[in-house]
């Protein structure tokens, strides 16, 4: 064993050396000027901790330049090395995803193995009967016998293999159907048609409840022409009728046809609004408060709203909700978007959003 403190001792005296006798610090220098040598096993790894406890930079230490110069060219072989592992790490992460997709390609090769030996073992039992049969016909009655259990199992097993076959055509028939060029554009055009019958009916709708009221049948084709109806999808195509010289109005929501004798009132409010006003609830009522309470202080956080609330608006919140403003910010985040009474601000705060559809019908009213 050697002494480590020796082996340090040794190593900054090496590495003081300058001008002609400076030299790079080595396991072999530093056991050469130990006084007791000891073996090269024993002096290396010690050599080793002094080297990282030093920072100890042969190559650009013997290069004799300036400190700053030194450590900012260890610094940028540090980094470069990081650099260099990340790369490295980034490379075994895809080559380790890529195994993963061909490990689970591999398993579903050997699902459709087993299938298919599944079906070649129908078949070969199928065959099997039919040659038993064949033989029974053609032998003598003496080699013919065969019980009525026998029968009845090849014709269980024909039947298994007959269904089979069955299914799989079906199934190659509908995986080689493909929607017919068109389709999908006339399919388009029904849901249009339906829509706008709808609309002259009923009044204007959101799209939520014209999906709702569409023909069973219609539904159905859109999941066969690939184009299956969900509400963002039909609001989607909707706004694209509602364009300039479209056959749709969109306003607050809800489509009317554009025809003739229908227009839109200034301050997106329709004349239909002020018939049929949105229902409101006593959580409506609080949250037109919670908005009166921002529109005259600004953006604050629902902790700092809740004392500025009236004392009637706190007593119709505990009627409305069982934990009363307990929850407060919680019921606050759950009522924020582009048409509501506020939203939010993404440091915690609210600001007061624009008035209200039903205020403005309330306003239109009074």
């Known amino acids: 064993m050697v002494d480590r403190a020796e082996v340090f001792r040794v190593a900054d005296k090496l590495r003081a050396l300058r001008g002609d006798k400076k030299v790079r ?22 050599l080793l ?26 610094d940028f072989g540090k980094a470069l090395l990081d650099e260099v592992q990340a790369h490295e790490s980034r490379i075994r992460d895809g080559e380790r995803r890529n195994f993963e997709v061909e490990r689970e ?24 009967a039919e040659v038993e049969r064949l033989r029974r016909d053609g032998a003598t009655e003496a080699d013919a016998g065969r019980t009525p ?17 069955s299914l799989r055509a079906l199934m190659a028939r ?4 493909k929607v017919v060029p068109g389709a999908q554009e006339a399919f388009w055009q029904d849901v249009e048609r339906e829509v706008l019958a709808l609309l002259r009916k009923r009044g204007p709708m959101p ?58 009132m200034p301050e997106a409010v329709a004349p ?8 409101t609830t006593d959580g409506d009522a609080v949250m037109r408060d919670v908005r009166d309470v921002l529109a005259r202080h600004g953006p604050m956080r629902p902790s700092e709203i809740v004392p500025l609330l009236p004392a009637g608006t706190t007593a119709l919140a505990r009627q409305f909700w069982s934990d009363g403003l ?8 759950e009522r924020v978007g582009p048409k509501t009474y506020f939203h939010p601000l993404g440091d915690g705060r609210y600001a007061a959003g624009p008035e209200p559809e039903g205020e403005q019908v309330k306003r239109l009213r009074r």
């Open 25 to 46: 610090v080595s396991v072999r220098r530093v056991r050469d000027a130990l006084e007791r040598k000891g073996s090269f096993s024993d002096v290396g790894p010690e």
């Open 149 to 165: 259990e026998e029968v009845a199992e090849e014709h269980r097993r024909r039947n298994v293999w007959e269904r089979g076959a």
């Open 49 to 74: 901790r002094w080297k990282a406890a030093r920072n100890y930079q042969p190559v650009i230490e013997l290069m004799e330049l300036p400190d700053a110069l030194q450590r900012r060219l260890g």
């Open 272 to 279: 239909w609004l002020v018939d049929e006003a949105p229902p």
């Open 174 to 177: 509908k995986m080689d159907e």
């Open 207 to 264: 799209a939520g409840d014209l999906l709702t009221n569409l023909s069973g049948n219609l539904l159905n084709r859109g999941a066969d022409v690939e184009m299956p109806l969900s509400v963002g999808w039909l609001r989607f195509r909707l706004r694209a009728l509602a364009v300039e010289g479209g056959s749709l109005v969109e306003k607050g929501g809800r489509f009317v046809p554009a025809e003739k004798g229908i227009e839109v």
């Open 105 to 128: 390609a591999y398993g579903y090769m050997l699902d459709e193995a087993g299938m298919t030996v599944d079906v070649l073992e129908a078949r070969v039992a199928a065959l099997t």
């Open 326 to 333: 307990d929850r407060f910010a919680k019921k606050m985040s």
